[in-house]
C-alpha cells in the first residue's frame, strides 16, 4: 500500500539554524512527492514538488531531492526564519491522484 | 484569481444532525478532492469528484457523500454525525492533465466540531 513516514517533532530551532526534517515513503508504482505547510488556523499550502527520481523541487530556499533508491523525500533549508514556524507535511500521490499525508511535524523558530 | 474557496468557516452540529459543506475550486480546474484532518494529524482522503462524479473514494462510510456540480463546485454531506467526525474538512482542486501528479491547491477549510 501507499504511506508516509514523517520525522516526528516537535522541532525546536534558532534562527538561521539548519533545518531538516526526514520523510520516508512506501507506493506501489513511481509516486509524485509533495511538502505541504500549514499555518496556524489555515489550510494547507504547496511547497515543493518533484514528480521523477532524482527531481529536486525547491522554493522560498526549502528544497527536498526524490530519492528512490532510499524511497526518501528529506526537507532541508539552509537558515530558517520566525516566520518559517508552522506545520509540514510529507505527501505522495500516485496515478490514481489521491494525496497521502504523514502526520506532520510542526516546527518552531525562535529568535 | 480567486484561490479555493469554502464555506462555511466553522460549523457546530450535534450528534445525530447532518451537514453540509460547500467548496468552489480554483479558476481553471475541473476536480475537486476532499480531505478530512483531525486534530494533530495529517489528511486522510475522503473522495474524488470529476466531471460530476465520484472517481475515487477512500476509506471512508456511506455517511460521507457528495455532489459536484456544473459548475465544478462541489459539496460534501455527512449524516448521522458522530463525536469521532470533528475535523477540519479541507477541499483541493487540480486541473486534470491525464498525467501523474497534477498538484491539488488547498482551501482554507471548514472546521466541524460535533457535541
Known amino acids: 500500500g501507499n504511506s508516509v513516514t514523517q520525522m516526528e517533532g516537535p522541532v525546536t530551532l534558532s534562527e538561521e539554524a539548519f533545518l531538516t526534517i526526514n520523510c520516508t515513503y512506501t507506493a506501489t508504482g513511481y509516486p509524485s512527492l509533495f511538502w505541504y505547510v500549514q499555518y496556524p488556523g489555515e489550510g494547507l499550502q504547496l511547497l515543493l514538488k518533484a514528480t521523477k527520481a532524482d527531481d529536486k523541487g525547491s522554493n522560498k530556499g526549502f528544497e527536498a531531492t526524490y530519492r528512490k533508491e532510499t524511497t526518501s523525500f528529506h526537507l532541508e533549508k539552509g537558515s530558517v526564519q520566525v516566520s518559517d514556524s508552522a506545520v509540514y507535511f510529507c505527501a505522495l500521490q500516485t496515478g490514481a491522484n489521491n494525496l497521502f499525508f504523514g502526520t506532520g511535524t510542526r516546527l518552531t523558530v525562535i529568535p | 484569481d480567486a484561490g479555493v474557496t469554502q464555506s462555511p468557516t466553522h460549523l457546530i452540529k450535534t450528534r445525530g444532525q447532518q451537514v453540509t459543506l460547500r467548496c468552489s475550486p480554483k479558476?481553471?480546474?475541473?476536480?475537486v478532492s476532499w480531505y478530512q484532518q483531525a486534530l494533530g494529524q495529517g489528511p486522510q482522503f475522503i473522495f474524488q469528484?470529476?466531471?460530476?462524479?465520484?472517481?475515487q473514494r477512500g476509506n471512508f462510510p456511506d455517511r460521507f457523500s457528495g455532489h459536484q456540480f456544473p459548475n465544478y463546485s462541489s459539496e460534501l454531506n455527512v449524516n448521522a454525525l458522530l463525536l469521532g467526525d470533528s475535523a477540519l474538512y479541507l477541499c483541493?482542486?487540480?486541473?486534470?492533465?491525464?498525467?501523474?501528479?497534477?498538484?491539488?491547491?488547498f482551501g482554507p477549510g471548514t472546521r466541524l466540531t460535533v457535541l
Open positions: 479558476s481553471g480546474h475541473d476536480t
Open positions: 483541493a482542486s487540480s486541473a486534470t492533465s491525464g498525467g501523474k501528479g497534477d498538484t491539488q491547491y
Open positions: 469528484y470529476y466531471e460530476e462524479e465520484e472517481r
